[in-house]
């Protein structure tokens, strides 16, 4: 999620930096190989996933939402289409993060967007939620 704020505030010229960036914060050569591969996911699909995310954000453009919030929810977008982990996991992972770096309604902002596009993935989901 840093690495893609930092990516919306200096645009594509920190792509160079983000596997330095990524190096620095990550110890693990596994879960480097995943953050990354994520990062690239996420900012190669932004304008997949900002679609995706204005159809269940009534009144909130990507623009009009926070840093944090926005490339938290990039995230949770690329790692569903990853299927690394279960969609529960990933959402309840992307609250988490943006209850700590967010504002304080970042957290309930964050779950009803995922829930509804997970939603819309998997028509399931509604009743797996229950």
Known sequence: MQAL???????????PKVATFLA???????????????????WRERDVVEKEIAQHSKGWTMARM????????????????????PPKVIINEAIEIAKEFG??????????????????IDPDAREQKG
């Open 5 to 15: 704020c930092q990516l919306d505030a200096q645009g594509d010229e920190y792509l």
């Open 66 to 85: 926070s840093s944090v919030d926005r490339n938290v929810l990039r995230v949770a977008l690329a790692e569903f289409d990853l299927k690394q982990a």
């Open 24 to 42: 620095d914060h990550i110890e693990s050569g596994e879960t480097l190989s995943y953050a990354h591969d994520l990062v690239e996911l996420a």
């Open 103 to 120: 504002s304080a309604e970042s957290g309930a902002f964050v779950n009803g967007i995922l829930d509804k596009v997970w939603a819309t």
